[in-house]
């Protein structure tokens, strides 16, 4: 991978091929964690999760970290490129699974950034080949 190609991604795959992926998962979560709980805590809203919102928060954490460990692992294989051109579009599809399983409202600014990923997606996959 060129040095100027040198994302997220492509640091993930590397650092999979050097210590594996798994153990390059461990590097990246913790700090995904961290930047995150900031907003968790001073979102607004206070109150107990329920049991059920417990185990949608760690479902979703599994979900991700096995994500980010098949990602990883794409850094062993010839094409690698196209696992961060897939994982690209996850932004897109999560505000459309969100549309359409839990009724959430697209503002027309949303339109257009999704607009800008799926130009963006489609940008990488050429510039790829």
Same mark, same amino acid.
């Given at each position: ?9 492509? $640091?993930? +795959? +590397? ?28 979102? &607004?809203?206070?109150?107990?999760? *329920?049991?059920? +919102? ?6 979703? &954490?599994?979900?991700?970290? $096995? &994500? ?15 696992? &961060? %051109?897939?994982? *690209? ?8 699974? #969100? $549309? ?16 800008? %990923?799926? #130009?963006?997606?489609?940008?990488? *996959?050429?510039? +790829?080949?």
């Amino acid at each position: 991978m060129a040095p100027a190609a040198l994302d997220r991604v492509g $640091m993930g +795959q +590397q650092a999979a091929v050097t210590v594996g992926e798994v153990d390059a998962t461990w590097l990246s979560r913790p700090v995904a964690l961290l930047v995150l709980l900031p907003f968790a805590f001073f979102d &607004g809203k206070r109150g107990a999760l *329920s049991r059920n +919102q417990w185990i949608a928060i760690f479902v979703m &954490g599994g979900l991700d970290v $096995m &994500g980010v460990i098949a990602v990883n692992a794409s850094g062993h294989f010839p094409g690698k490129e196209f696992a &961060g %051109i897939g994982i *690209s579009a996850y932004g897109a599809l999560s505000v459309i699974m #969100a $549309m359409i399983f839990l009724k959430e409202k697209v503002s027309p600014g949303q339109w257009a950034g999704l607009a800008l %990923i799926v #130009a963006g997606v489609a940008t990488l *996959s050429v510039t +790829q080949n």
